[in-house]
């Protein structure tokens, strides 16, 4: 569902969907990933459900105009295999790898003047669902880890902020070629978001690790031209 506001300039929707999967394939518990030549015997069919509601406001003139735009969204399997010996989280419905409820996007725009103007992105997302170990148990002479069941915890959430400013040459009509300056920052806040989290037996013990991908600000300068 869409409208438009004060002649156009701003811009609504509410969107919802809701799809059912058949014959998706998942890993089964234990699953060898690296170096398996015969993977196919490590996964498993499921079934789910994927469902959702997208928000999104919209203004697109004025010297300040952007965007702002809020989703949640669920996609969710079960093991509903007859012939298969594999129960994951007792049959019910467990949230998928890429599961994450709640994204919100912000993207603001604000023009000084003919020559400068700024911008201001923030997004931030729900952190993906992983299982984790619980604790380790003697079987048969040697170490076993108790896992939750599957995708019950999440790693930590994602958010980001950037921030840019634009330089625009001057605007003559005869000119060789227009050109413009982009100072930005990447991850203002410096924030170490969690690109995913491992762990590793040490000393008897197991400790988990987060792995980052960029977890500093990053300042870029671009110079920019077209004739």
Do not use: C
Request: positive net charge; hydrophobic residues 30%.
């Amino acid at each position: 569902m869409y409208r438009n506001f004060k002649a156009n300039t701003i811009e609504t929707s509410v969107e919802a969907y809701y799809k059912d999967i058949q014959h998706y394939l998942d890993y089964k518990s234990g699953a060898q990933l690296l170096l398996n030549h015969t993977i196919e015997t490590d996964v498993i069919n499921t079934e789910g459900k994927a469902y959702g509601v997208e928000l999104m406001v919209k203004k697109l003139t004025g010297r300040v105009n952007g965007w702002i735009s809020y989703t949640y969204s669920r996609t969710l399997l079960r093991v509903q295999d007859p012939i298969s010996n594999e129960i994951i989280n007792q049959g019910k419905y467990y949230p998928s790898n890429y599961d994450k409820p709640h994204d919100f996007t912000f993207i603001g725009n604000y023009r000084v003047n003919k020559r400068f103007n700024f911008s201001l992105n923030f997004t931030y997302s729900t952190g993906r669902p992983i299982t984790l170990p619980l604790g380790k148990f003697d079987l048969a002479d040697s170490k076993r880890v108790y896992y939750t069941e599957r995708n019950q915890y999440r790693i930590p959430d994602y958010y980001r902020a950037d921030f840019s400013m634009n330089i625009e040459g001057n605007h003559k009509i005869r000119k060789l070629a227009h050109s413009s300056w982009t100072i930005a920052v990447y991850n203002l806040t410096g924030r170490k978001n969690p690109y995913s989290v491992y762990f590793k037996a040490e000393g008897g013990a197991i400790k988990g690790y987060k792995l980052s991908i960029f977890g500093q600000p990053i300042p870029t300068i671009t110079y920019n031209f077209k004739f």
